[in-house]
């Protein structure tokens, strides 16, 4: 509860400067589409388990993640993981991707696509630990004494949504009442501050919403919402997981009235562990978007067959919330590390 009162502080002094920005990142998605041919898609190990939930390319590239993820260790089973789309709105411009080998959890992903219909992994998890989990939802709505089975009976809905950059959350339509909104890395309720930018955001969608349900599988080929010249890259594969010891950020409260870190990197960051043993990443006036401030709890390297570090995904949350592992780049865009001293 300290935790969520911290972010909303924090948060609903700027939550109006959401708004351009979250009704630029739901604009809508240009058309790009144009078949890629079967012969250059990797072939899978194991069943691509989609159904119509996720448009071929969207599998496909889901797919190359995993194998990616494989090459952490051996034994870790993502290339032989039972792939299970779910469309996440608003516009459903992002899925999210469970990984399970033999019906047991393994991680998860969240792969999105910008305005330019390109493919992002926007997150992803390692183990048991899931958005979207619903025995999550179901503790949230008790406290609100709500039930999931009475709402839907009673005329409501229930629907997994995603906004840029990284807000994961339920939306609970109540019959005869307004609209809850959940997030679904930790069960708080949204505060009210941020649901006109969310009601923005999903009007803003619509025509995002009906360019995306053209996307089709045509004639065992994928269509593909990714640019028409698809640029060639090297074979990726990722270093082990740097990771750290979890903590509450509310625990000492300390770390926000000290200077931001200097973070250009994974290695200016470990830096930063050898020193301070604890890190936050806040986002400031974006923590609702994130659930923050979170602790950061590691880290983790993709390279290409070179060595060359390509990408940098860093581990935020894991102590009240979902440990996602989201770009760097990301967190450097919209916020801040902080060091816990003793």
């Keep these: 509860m300290i ?23 739901g604009a809508e998605i240009q058309k790009a589409s144009k078949s890629m041919q079967h012969s250059a898609l990797t072939k899978s190990t194991t069943e691509l388990h989609s159904d119509k939930l996720a448009p ?16 952490e260790h051996a034994g870790n089973h993502w290339d032989h993981a039972q792939l ?69 009976h009673d005329g409501g809905g229930l629907q997994l949504r995603y906004a840029p950059p990284l807000l994961a959350y339920w939306k609970v339509e109540r019959p005869n009442d307004d609209a809850m909104y959940i997030d679904a890395t930790n069960g708080d ?14 009007a803003d969608s619509q025509p995002a919403t009906e360019r995306m349900m053209s996307i089709r599988s045509i004639s065992g080929q994928a269509v593909v919402i990714t640019p028409d010249v698809l640029p060639k890259v090297s074979a990726l594969s990722v270093d082990s997981m740097d990771l750290q010891p979890l903590f509450d950020p509310a625990d000492n409260l300390l770390w926000i009235t000290s200077k931001a870190l200097s973070v250009s990197g994974v290695k ?7 020193e ?5 990443f806040s986002a400031d006036h974006q923590n609702v978007i994130y659930g923050g401030p979170l602790p950061v709890g590691g880290y983790q390297i993709w390279r290409d067959d070179r060595g060359t570090v390509q990408n940098q995904y860093v581990a935020i949350g894991g102590n009240t919330s979902v440990r996602r592992f989201v770009p760097l780049q990301t967190l450097l865009r919209d916020g801040k590390f902080y060091a816990v001293k003793p």
């Design 189 to 202: 309720i949204l505060p009210p501050g941020v649901l006109n930018v969310l009601d923005a955001l999903d």
């Design 84 to 152: 299970d789309f779910y469309p996440l709105g608003p516009g459903t411009r992002s899925w999210l991707v469970y990984a399970n080998v033999r019906g047991a959890p393994i991680g998860y992903m969240i792969i999105s696509a910008n305005d330019q219909g390109h493919l992002l992994l926007s997150e992803y998890g390692q183990g048991e630990q899931r958005p979207y989990n619903i025995s999550l939802l179901d503790q949230a709505l008790n406290r609100n004494q709500l039930d999931l089975k009475e709402l839907i």
């Design 276 to 280: 301070h043993k604890k890190v936050v």
């Design 56 to 71: 071929g390319a969207v599998q496909q590239f889901a797919r190359e993640q995993a194998n990616v993820l494989a090459t």
């Design 268 to 274: 200016t960051l470990n830096q930063q562990w050898k």
């Design 3 to 25: 935790r969520r009162i911290i972010g909303m502080v924090i948060c609903l002094l700027c939550v109006a400067s959401l708004l351009p920005l979250l009704q630029a990142e």
